[in-house]
T-cell receptor
Framework: EDKVVQSPLSLVVHEGDTVTLNCSYE??????LLWYKQEKKAPTFLFML????IEKKSGRLSSILDKKELFSILNITATQTGDSAVYLC?????????????FGQGTILTVHP | DAGVIQSPRHEVTEMGQEVTLRCKPI?????LFWYRQTMMRGLELLIY????????DSGMPEDRFSAKMPNASFSTLKIQPSEPRDSAVYFC???????????FGPGTRLTVL
């Protein structure tokens, strides 16, 4: 069975801090790893990673994948209160998991002014 | 495109009643997913369809839950009879490719009294 574990489960920081969120996974025939941000509504897409070592970047957010060690990190620099949300990691696999994503339990990020 | 459309947005019902949740995926997306989200269990995949055919319903909690996709633009998730423990936010999502970005609808918040 595919498995995604995120850490930490929750994190409280102050504006301006840099945070690193972790995602480790076990999946049959890895296809993709995705990061989503969820505020008080539906998850919204941030990044999709398929290749090791290639950083994806969008503004203050960046992410990288290590397929050898089976993990990914999501970095947020110069955090703002608007970054407060649940960050979800998901993996897509093959075999019996083909077509679907397995989500982790999420990291709750709280950014104080 | 309007994105994934779900209805109703909120549903309050009494234990034992039948509940039907509706979803219209993004046009052209061949994959449709039903998720349930609670604080305790996070985001759980209930069932997903490919080209209107159910592929994996192993996440459906019990026989009280059923889902259909009669055509490419419409799906329903039915709970009969409903129970208080079914209270959750139910999300529908669609994707173009397997293991790729899933686009989430706004969700239906279900409360069973």
């Amino acid at each position: 069975e595919d498995k995604v574990v995120q850490s930490p489960l929750s994190l409280v920081v102050h504006e301006g801090d840099t945070v690193t969120l972790n995602c480790s996974y076990e999946v049959t025939n890895f296809r993709s790893l995705l990061w989503y941000k969820q505020e008080k509504k539906a998850p919204t897409f941030l990044f999709m990673l398929t290749s090791s070592g290639i950083e994806k970047k969008s503004g203050r957010l960046s992410s990288i994948l290590d397929k050898k060690e089976l993990f990914s990190i999501l970095n947020i620099t110069a955090t703002q209160t608007g970054d407060s949300a649940v960050y979800l990691c998901a993996v897509g696999g093959g075999g019996t998991s083909y077509g679907k994503l397995t989500f982790g339990q999420g990291t709750i990020l709280t950014v104080h002014p | 495109d309007a994105g994934v459309i779900q209805s109703p947005r909120h549903e309050v019902t009494e234990m034992g009643q039948e509940v039907t949740l509706r979803c219209k995926p993004i046009s052209g997306h061949d994959y449709l997913f039903w998720y349930r989200q609670t604080m305790m269990r996070g985001l759980e995949l209930l069932i997903y369809f490919n080209n209107n055919v159910p592929i994996d319903d192993s996440g459906m909690p019990e026989d009280r839950f059923s889902a259909k996709m009669p055509n490419a633009s419409f799906s329903t998730l039915k709970i009969q009879p409903s129970e208080p423990r079914d209270s959750a936010v139910y999300f529908c999502a669609s994707s173009l490719v397997p293991g790729g970005e899933q686009f989430f609808g706004p969700g239906t918040r279900l409360t069973v009294l």
